[in-house]
């Protein structure tokens, strides 16, 4: 099933900068199923491109949709392999800073 759901990726990405904060937080859900299911050499470029995308939701209001992105993120994070690690690590290093001040986060779960 996840490999059938790939053809709705540019949805899904979509969904993560135009949907409300419910639909955001159902997209990270989906997202972390779907990447769960793939094998590792399928999802590592899938993984790069979708950090991207979860930038931007670490500074959310809904402080479940930041504990969302903020795990998603570490997971795909540790699914990139090969070729597609150099390009992680690009966003990675963009992403550390925002990560390092949401560890004061006023919500527990957010700043574990």
């Given at each position: 099933?996840?490999?059938?759901?790939?053809v709705?990726?540019?949805?899904?990405?979509q969904?993560?900068?135009?949907g409300?904060?419910?639909?955001?937080?159902?997209?990270?859900?989906?997202?972390?199923?779907?990447?769960?299911?793939?094998?590792?050499?399928?999802?590592?470029p899938?993984?790069?491109q979708l950090?991207?995308?979860?930038?931007?939701?670490?500074?959310?209001e809904?402080?479940q949709?930041?504990?969302?992105?903020i795990?998603?993120?570490?997971?795909?994070?540790?699914?990139?392999?090969g070729?597609?690690?150099?390009?992680?690590?690009?966003?990675?290093?963009?992403?550390?800073?925002?990560?390092f001040?949401?560890?004061?986060?006023?919500?527990?779960?957010?700043?574990k």
């Open positions: 099933q996840a490999r059938k759901m790939l709705f990726l540019p949805y899904i990405r969904w993560l900068e135009d409300h904060t419910d639909t955001k937080a159902n997209v990270l859900v989906i997202l972390r199923n779907m990447m769960g299911h793939l094998e590792r050499k399928e999802a590592s899938i993984a790069v950090v991207e995308k979860l930038l931007p939701l670490f500074d959310a809904s402080s949709l930041r504990e969302l992105s795990n998603l993120f570490r997971e795909l994070v540790e699914t990139v392999v070729k597609d690690k150099r390009r992680m690590k690009e966003e990675v290093k963009r992403g550390l800073l925002p990560l001040f949401h560890m004061q986060d006023k919500t527990e779960s957010v700043s």
